[in-house]
């Protein structure tokens, strides 16, 4: 009975063990460090996979910590920091690990404030002993020892990955869980609090390019079409002139605020630089102002010039469309929202598309069928007038 009963107890342990996923089998609580290190405190953080392990020391103010990222690429570099000022990367006091080229690990002190290349740097506070390891079950773990002041012992913490480019750390996203690994520590009470929602910056990101995408993606095309097209319909009138002077002053004042903010991104986000994308940004903006501008100096239908500021208006117009339907593609990138808005804003090009390429096969039978009455209407003119002359000489 014995043997049965531990048999089954045996078999069921197994099939919890298969059916349990890592991710909750396996915390903070449970894990075993190598050097028989051990910590009385630990939070498994909410985003990344990452938990953090700490001993504080009252009489001292000290905290011997371990941050440790589960399931770690060995071409990723880890960081986690403590920022007393503000919940954000920037500004913050990092401890940066990532594996060598020799597979050896490599820990550093870096000040995340002006420093683009997260270089090594001091802190505003000491840390007497850094390392790293990268453990058999594929962990990344920063170890140190921080001297805590009063203002440290509970304060905003923050936790990345990213990429290695050339030997150092590069960039890491923005979005998805990178932009939600913010909170809290409290080295005292052990308490971590994590920050829920979408940060600040990535706000202001997604305004940034919802405005762009609306202004220069989409609006701006349609006042094109509105343009090429309309015009061919008599029932139109000078309506379509209207409409285009409409849509294009609107999509440039709405892309004006969305150059605005990507300004003021730029300016809150020292050391990170696209370059692509802010080149081009200044590049559309620029064709932009020179095409309202342009609107001021727009000599009359009959004017001698008004042939040549067409070829202007058109040639400068439509690459202004070319160059922000590019440079959109590039803000989703650097976004780094996954396909959904990048699948949406394809769909709208692909509609854009479709109504231009219908309305151009339409507007051309207009025109054709309009010079074919023009001239059968001419060809019957000349015969009346030929058959009159006729008449008159007979």
Same mark, same amino acid.
């Given at each position: ?5 531990? @048999? ?6 197994? $099939? ?21 290190? &051990? ?85 505003? %506070? ?9 453990? &058999? ?60 929602? *979408? ?50 002053? &609107? ?21 990170? *630089? ?5 080149? $081009? ?7 932009? @102002?020179?095409?309202?501008?342009? $609107?001021? $100096? ?20 439509? @690459? ?11 803000? %989703? ?6 396909? *959904? ?21 339409? @507007? ?23 058959? &009159? ?6």
């Amino acid at each position: 009975m014995d043997k049965s009963f531990t @048999t089954l107890l045996f078999s069921c342990t197994l $099939l919890i063990s298969l059916c349990v996923p890592p991710s909750l089998a396996q915390t903070c609580g449970n894990y075993t460090f190598s050097g028989n290190r &051990s910590f009385n405190t630990c939070n498994d953080l909410p985003q990344l996979s990452c938990s953090l392990h700490w001993n504080y020391h009252p009489s001292n103010m000290t905290a011997d910590i371990a941050f440790r990222k589960s399931g770690a690429s060995t071409s990723n570099w880890i960081s986690w920091s403590l920022n007393p000022r503000r919940a954000r990367m920037s500004g913050s006091q990092a401890l940066v690990a990532y594996q060598q080229s020799d597979g050896s690990m490599y820990a550093y002190t870096t000040q995340l404030d002006g420093n683009p290349d997260m270089q090594p740097a001091g802190l505003s %506070f000491d840390v007497p002993r850094i390392t790293a390891e990268y453990s &058999s079950d594929g962990s990344m773990i920063i170890f140190a020892t921080l001297q805590l002041s009063d203002i440290l012992r509970s304060t905003n913490q923050v936790w990345q990955e990213g990429p290695m480019k050339g030997g150092n750390p590069g960039t890491h996203s923005f979005s998805g869980q990178n932009g939600r690994s913010v909170g809290t520590v409290n080295f005292v009470n052990g308490s971590v609090l994590s920050t829920s929602g *979408t940060s600040s910056k990535t706000q202001k990101r997604n305004v940034h390019g919802v405005l762009n995408a609306v202004s220069w993606g989409i609006l701006m095309p349609v006042g094109i079409i509105i343009a090429r097209y309309l015009k061919v319909f008599k029932s139109a009138g000078p309506a379509w002139f209207y409409l285009h002077v409409i849509c294009q002053s &609107s999509g440039y004042a709405v892309g004006v605020a969305g150059w605005a903010t990507g300004i003021k991104l730029g300016s809150d986000s020292p050391g990170i *630089t696209y370059g692509t994308h802010r080149n $081009l940004g200044i590049i559309i903006f620029f064709l932009g @102002t020179l095409q309202v501008l342009a $609107l001021l $100096l727009r000599p009359k239908p009959e004017h001698k010039y008004r042939r040549y500021w067409n070829i202007y208006h058109h040639t400068v117009g439509y @690459t202004t469309v070319v160059l922000s339907i590019g440079n959109i593609f590039e803000g %989703f990138d650097i976004l780094d929202s996954g396909n *959904t808005w990048k699948t949406a804003y394809i769909g709208v090009l692909v509609f854009l598309g479709v109504v231009a390429a219908v309305m151009e096969a339409l @507007t051309w039978w207009i025109v054709i069928k309009r010079k074919k009455t023009a001239s059968s209407a001419k060809h019957a003119n000349g015969e009346h007038i030929h058959g &009159s002359r006729e008449q008159q000489t007979a």
